[in-house]
Each structure stands twice: as structure tokens, then as C-alpha cells.
């Protein structure tokens, strides 16, 4: 079974552009979670989308964005870029991600982003 | 606020050299802490979770432990093909959803 899987692999974008990145949660998997990591640093907690409904939402702008398709698939957009918008992206699935389960969040390759 | 800190930032070891990374956090009730591994450019793997305090769980060379404010993955007779940065991970009881609150993570260099 393949794993999570996002697209594109690296991205590179100018300050004010527009930038959506997509991910495919593990076949299955109904939850999507959001995460940006900065070089040297942990992930950082975006969103998490269950059943195409927001379940979550880190300290992050307005200028991203999320939504969850029927598939379950999801898209992150991020507007009017900026300079420390650059790292990467990463994208996590699970299966249920309700508050009572007990359940791993595993991760696809990421997207790397770099503004210039 | 939940908070996890990681130590040490980076170690190097020599092959066969067994050592422990530690993980502090702070949360109002936990969930879940998390163990993953991450390759340079590539997206975290998972590794360990453990739910309550003097659970362990191995895998090969690595034991993770949880008390009630740390745990720890012992690497046991290391070899170079362990040399990765380790992440460490809580969730909260209290969260509506699954968010992971990581700490920077131990970049583990270990030499032939």
C-alpha cells in the first residue's frame, strides 16, 4: 500500500504569490493533518481536517488556508508569501483522529517551499 | 501551553557507543507521547508511542521509557545507519483533534 504522498516536491515561489500543496492520507485514512517545519526546528501544528471538517487549528495567519475533499485528500494554501513562509511542508494522515483514539499520525515526504 | 524540550540538540557517537536521548514536556494531561525518526529532507517516521508512565517499547537497537515528565529512547550499540534526527511528540488529553506538539528534535550523528 503506498504511504501518504504530497505534491510537488519543491516549490519555489516570490513574495506575494499564492502557493497550494496537496496530499493524499494513506489509503483508508479520513484525517489530514498540516504541519510546517522550519530547518533545524520540530514540526509545527497547521490544521487537522476530519471528514472534510476543521478539527483543529494551530497559531498560524489567515493567509493559510485547508479544506478536505470526499476522497479525503487535502489541499493547503498559503497567500501573499513571505520570506519565512520557506520549509517544509508536511503532511500527516491517521485513521480516525477523534479525540479518544489511539492512533499514529504518519507522515509523507513534505514539500519544500522556498521563498524568495 | 504544551511544551517539549529535547536534549541534546546533537550527539555524536562512535559506533557501538550506547547513550540515551531525553524528552521533557509539559501537558495538561497526556494523551500520547511520540517517537519519530527523520532523514534529512524526508518526512518523520514513526517509531514508538507510549500512553502512561513505565511503559517501554523496543525495536531493534532503540528502547523508548515514559515517566510522568520525560522519556527516553536509549540507542543500544549504535551503528551509522542509526544517524538521523529524533523527534519527540505529545498530544493532549484536552485537544478536539490529534495535534502533535514536537520539541527541535536530537540530531544523532553516529561514526564508523
Known amino acids: 500500500d503506498a504511504g501518504v504522498t504530497q505534491s510537488p516536491t519543491h516549490l519555489i515561489k516570490t513574495r506575494g504569490q499564492q502557493v497550494t500543496l496537496r496530499c493524499s492520507p494513506i489509503?483508508?485514512?479520513?484525517?489530514v493533518s498540516w504541519y510546517q517545519q522550519v530547518l533545524g526546528q520540530g514540526p509545527q501544528f497547521i490544521f487537522q481536517?476530519?471528514?472534510?471538517?476543521?478539527?483543529g487549528r494551530g497559531n498560524f495567519p489567515d493567509r493559510f488556508s485547508a479544506r478536505q475533499f470526499p476522497n479525503y485528500s487535502s489541499e493547503l494554501n498559503v497567500n501573499a508569501l513571505l520570506l519565512g513562509d520557506s520549509a517544509l511542508y508536511l503532511c500527516?494522515?491517521?485513521?480516525?483522529?477523534?479525540?479518544?483514539?489511539?492512533?499514529?499520525?504518519?507522515f509523507g515526504p513534505g514539500t519544500r517551499l522556498l521563498v524568495l | 501551553e504544551d511544551q517539549v524540550t529535547q536534549s541534546p540538540e546533537a550527539l555524536r557517537l562512535q559506533e557501538g557507543e550506547s547513550s540515551s536521548l531525553n524528552c521533557s514536556y509539559t501537558?495538561?494531561?497526556?494523551?500520547?507521547l511520540f517517537w519519530y525518526r527523520q532523514d534529512p529532507g524526508k518526512g518523520p517516521e514513526f517509531l514508538f508511542t507510549?500512553?502512561?508512565a513505565g511503559e517501554e517499547k523496543e525495536k531493534e537497537r532503540l528502547k523508548a521509557t515514559l515517566t510522568k515528565k520525560e522519556s527516553f529512547l536509549h540507542i543500544t550499540a549504535p551503528k551509522p545507519e542509526d544517524s538521523a534526527t529524533y523527534l519527540c511528540?505529545?498530544?493532549?488529553?484536552?485537544?478536539?483533534?490529534?495535534?502533535?506538539?514536537f520539541g527541535g528534535g536530537t540530531r544523532l550523528m553516529v561514526k564508523p
Open positions: 500527516a494522515s491517521s485513521l480516525d483522529g477523534t479525540p479518544i483514539a489511539k492512533e499514529t499520525q504518519y
Open positions: 489509503s483508508g485514512h479520513k484525517s
Open positions: 481536517y476530519y471528514e472534510k471538517e476543521e478539527r
Open positions: 501537558v495538561s494531561g497526556l494523551r500520547g
Open positions: 507510549l500512553y502512561s
Open positions: 511528540a505529545v498530544q493532549a488529553l484536552y485537544n478536539a483533534g490529534n495535534m502533535l506538539t
